[in-house]
């Protein structure tokens, strides 16, 4: 079974910088894209970024320029280096994985971490 484990989270000023990490775990035959979620306190889950097993990435507008996705793909682990934080990226991140096993598509989510940027 795939799970995906995160972690990094924290609590930080604003201004400052965390780097989460989620490493995918499992019987996958073929790892298409991972990518970063994020949900505040009521309000929807919305996409953060995403990077392909190419490396392709895309990113949400709020975090251009301050957030970078990468990953390692021997490890199946995807990476956000958050920079420049600000109070509105107060959320619980979750990670998320898109792979094949040798019979169909599977879409896992991991457990989520809270990031808070607070002074």
């Known amino acids: 079974q795939v799970q995906l484990v995160e972690s990094g989270g924290g609590l930080v000023q604003p201004g400052g910088s965390l780097r989460l990490s989620c490493a995918a775990s499992g019987s996958i035959f073929r790892l298409y894209a991972m990518g970063w979620y994020r949900q505040a306190p009521g309000k929807q889950r919305e996409l953060v970024a995403t990077i392909t097993s190419g490396g392709s990435t895309n990113y949400a507008d709020s975090v251009k320029g301050r957030f970078t996705i990468s990953r390692d793909n021997a490890k199946n682990t995807v990476y956000l280096q958050m920079n420049s934080l600000k109070p509105e990226d107060t959320a619980v991140y979750y990670c998320?994985?898109?792979?094949?096993?040798?019979?169909?598509?599977?879409?896992?989510w991991g457990q989520g971490t809270q990031v808070t940027v607070s002074s």
């Open positions: 998320n994985a898109v792979f094949s096993t040798t019979m169909h598509t599977e879409e896992v």
